[in-house]
């Protein structure tokens, strides 16, 4: 085997090693939003129950405010990342889970383009003197010489 394929065959293997490592390291980060996913839909759960803003009132103002209907709840809130994100501005927990659905995102497609720039860089020479062969080859064919080796 010569030089150009045996850097061919450890490039396609590093490249591979990179598409292993990437898809380990992007299932923990896929494990790591649906747990942010989870804990924003706890605190939606618990934050149902109790009004927001009642922390900015005083006794005082309170005193004369009728109480809230038997159906009533406040707006639930948002935890899938593709809502979040169409919505914009998030801020806590919210902020937390797009970011992280952003690390996911980048995680998936980081090590397809560097495992696909390693394979091409490595299979470079090979393709290089296997088209010299080619080349050799058909100038033998034109010349009518006998081809070589």
């Keep these: 085997m010569d030089r150009s394929s045996k850097i061919a065959l450890a490039g396609v293997a590093v490249a591979l090693l990179v598409l292993g490592g990437g898809a380990l390291r992007a299932k923990r980060f896929e494990e790591r939003e649906a747990e942010l996913v989870k804990e924003c839909s706890a605190v939606a759960t618990t934050a149902k129950s109790a009004n927001p803003f009642d922390q ?83 100038q033998s064919a034109v010349s009518g010489n006998a081809p070589r080796g």
């Design 56 to 138: 900015f009132d005083d006794a005082a103002s309170k005193a004369g405010l009728p109480a809230l209907p038997a159906g009533y709840m406040l707006d639930p809130l948002i935890c899938t990342s593709d809502d979040l994100i169409r919505i914009g501005g998030n801020e806590g927990i919210q902020g937390k889970v797009v970011d992280a659905h952003w690390a996911t995102a980048a995680a998936r497609e980081t090590p397809t383009f560097v495992a696909s720039l390693i394979a091409g860089l490595a299979i470079i020479p090979w393709l290089w003197y296997f088209l010299l062969r080619r080349i050799s080859e058909l």
